[in-house]
């Protein structure tokens, strides 16, 4: 109450004025207010101290009138006040912050916030630091102070987002990368612990298996791998499940298994080739392919198959070779069916039956006898050129 009056006073006299007394009411007020006392009429009183600025005495009134009666007079009282201590004071009586926090200045955000913090209910302030936050870092464009809001919050999602933006902008330089992204997972790190939650990892799960493979490859490889088991699901990032797979294979007493394979098998094989492929293959026969020598297979498809002249080719076609044999070749071969044509489909010729072994029969041996002589062979002599 004597908060209350002075700021009372203080309001009148950034008015220019005196604080209303009883003895500057008016004559007819006063009269109301005596008969209002004498009958019991409280209401009646504390409406004439009220109308005529008696705050004081219109409460002191009222706490007697029963606790409706001081409750309207309270209020009344408070929405007529304009300072910024009535608000504050009118915010705390009516558990009503969520509208304290929508109209307070924000170039007092810090006492607003340890206001709410010291009067709200744990499940309300969360969304009243949110709320501040979200006011800081749109109207205000402080987005150091919305971060601190947040945090008083707990609001895992967005204090990632403003650290990730500030240490590890997208288009930022490469120079002093591995400093900041050691100092936000340094801060992510203690927040976490702090508030107790866990998903902070999984909001910046690239820039986790990116601190990772940097300890890595300092050797630390115990560390690195604590780090990637934090990530809830590896498999989703192909970085992380090939960095946890080369980590376990250089040392895989740090699981107690294997980790899922990143890699998806793929057997190779030779295609088999199919009759109708041989067939074309064969249709594709040049004529006027250049024999190679080196080719043990371009005898049929060079210069021999065109009938050119070889120097290094034997005689044939019935001239004489001193050195050659002579062999009766008329009768021996069967013609043979052009080059690429396919012969006609013979059915195979059903398998003779086995003929009865024959009765053991007495040998007999014929007295030996020479061999007759090999008959002389005669050569023409070729025609004179």
């Known amino acids: 109450a004597a908060e209350a009056e002075a700021a009372r006073e203080a309001a009148w006299a950034a008015r220019g004025a005196v604080a209303p007394t009883a ?65 504050t004071m009118s915010a705390v009586v009516h558990q009503d912050f969520a509208k304290y926090v929508a109209e307070s200045e924000l170039v007092a955000w810090k006492e607003t916030l340890a206001l709410v913090n ?37 609001n895992i999602g967005k204090v ?8 590890c ?91 899922p394979c990143p890699f998806v098998p793929v057997h190779v094989g030779v295609a088999p080739v199919t009759t109708q492929q041989q067939y074309d293959q064969a249709q594709q026969y040049d004529p006027n392919q250049q024999y190679d020598p080196n ?13 050119q002249y070889d120097p290094n080719q034997q005689y044939y076609n019935g001239q004489y070779d001193p050195n050659q044999q002579y062999y009766d070749t008329s009768g021996q071969y069967a013609a043979q069916p052009a080059y690429g044509t396919q012969p006609a489909y013979q059915p195979p010729a059903p398998a003779p039956a086995p003929a009865p072994a024959p009765a053991p029969a007495a040998y007999t041996y014929a007295s030996y006898q020479p061999a007759p002589a090999a008959a002389a062979y005669s050569y023409a002599a070729p025609p004179a050129p």
């Open 23 to 87: 003895a500057s009411m008016s004559a007819a007020d006063s009269s109301l207010l005596s008969r209002a006392m004498l009958t019991g009429d409280i209401q009646v009183a504390v409406s004439v101290c009220m109308r005529n600025g008696l705050v004081a005495d219109a409460l002191v009134l009222a706490a007697s009138g029963g606790p409706d009666l001081w409750t309207a007079t309270r209020d009344e009282y408070l929405e007529t006040a304009s300072s910024p201590l009535m608000r």
């Open 118 to 154: 010291t009067y709200v209910a744990a499940d309300e302030l969360s969304s009243l630091c949110d709320q501040l936050g979200g006011r800081l870092e749109s109207e205000l464009g402080d987005v150091s102070a919305a971060t601190l809001c947040y945090m008083c919050a707990a």
């Open 160 to 167: 990632t987002e403003l650290w990730t933006a500030h240490h």
């Open 169 to 259: 902008p997208p288009n930022g330089g490469a120079g002093d990368t591995t400093a900041a992204l050691l100092d936000l997972m340094e801060k992510l790190i203690v927040f976490q612990e702090a508030a107790q939650v866990k998903e902070g990892y999984a909001l910046v799960a690239d820039k986790v298996a990116l601190f990772a493979e940097k300890l890595a490859s300092q050797g630390c490889l115990s560390e690195a791998m604590q780090y990637l088991l934090k990530l809830a699901d590896c498999s989703d990032n192909e970085f992380t499940a090939v960095l946890m797979d080369r980590i376990h294979g250089q040392n895989s007493s740090l699981l107690t298994g294997p980790p």
């Open 295 to 307: 080719d043990p297979n371009a005898y049929a498809q060079g210069q021999y198959a065109q009938g």
